[in-house]
């Protein structure tokens, strides 16, 4: 695994999104969730949809679309979308449908996304999320480039509801190997510790999806 002492604490969570997306969620929860965020000086929040507005001054606010099956219309998930960025969400993660990339469908992994992305226009960074551990290697070059030629900011690894599983380092590599600096790289999914966090970091990670944002930095010096 790679060094924790590769990244300072500092470097680590500015490029975190401290999650909160269980359905049981209430707004005492993302109130917490808030405090927490700003005592941790991470990025980004990421509250389900349902729960915006949400006050967070100083912080990013990003929401889901499609979450977490991503077996949604696609014109439900750029309603959702938009609704979400009208309450003041500036980054959506949506869920592609998983189904469709394992089946070597791409022009329909393809229209997915671009609904998304026209419905928010450009008020809003587009994380599109590939569960890659559902997928196989051809399968997740393949999405990543519809998700460029879709006009996603970002691709993403996991929506950490898969049985398959989360973020993997292999992933991560083959995710950044194939956007070669042109989109970010979000892993999320199943990253509880420093070392998983700094190992897929060093893989080519952006951004990190934590629930667990105060553990994983506590094993980061300053």
Do not use: N, W
Request: charged fraction near 25%; charge should be negative.
């Amino acid at each position: 695994m790679a060094e924790t002492a590769t990244f300072t604490r500092a470097e680590v969570a500015d490029r975190i999104d401290h999650t909160l997306l269980a359905p049981e969620a209430t707004d005492a929860d993302v109130a917490a969730l808030v405090a927490e965020a700003r005592a941790l000086g991470v990025y980004a929040i990421c509250v389900s949809p349902s729960m915006l507005p949400v006050r967070a001054p100083g912080l990013v606010v990003a929401t889901v679309a499609g979450f977490p099956s991503g077996k949604h219309h696609s014109l439900v998930k750029g309603a959702e979308a938009r609704l979400a960025v009208d309450q003041g969400a500036a980054e959506v993660d949506m869920v592609i449908d998983v189904g469709a990339a394992v089946a070597g469908e791409y022009d329909a992994v393809l229209a997915d996304i671009l609904t998304v992305r026209e419905a928010v226009a450009d008020r809003a960074v587009l994380k599109v999320i590939i569960e890659s551990a559902a997928l196989s290697d051809e399968a997740i070059v393949e999405v990543c480039r519809v998700a460029e030629r879709a006009g996603a900011d970002f691709v993403k690894t996991s929506t950490g509801f898969h049985p398959a599983g989360g973020a993997s380092a292999h992933a991560v590599r083959l995710m950044a190997e194939t956007v070669g600096g042109r989109l970010g790289i979000k892993a999320s999914g199943g990253i509880r510790t420093a070392e998983a966090a700094a190992e897929l970091l060093a893989a080519g990670a952006t951004r990190l999806g934590l629930s667990k944002s105060r553990d994983v930095l506590e094993g980061f010096a300053d």
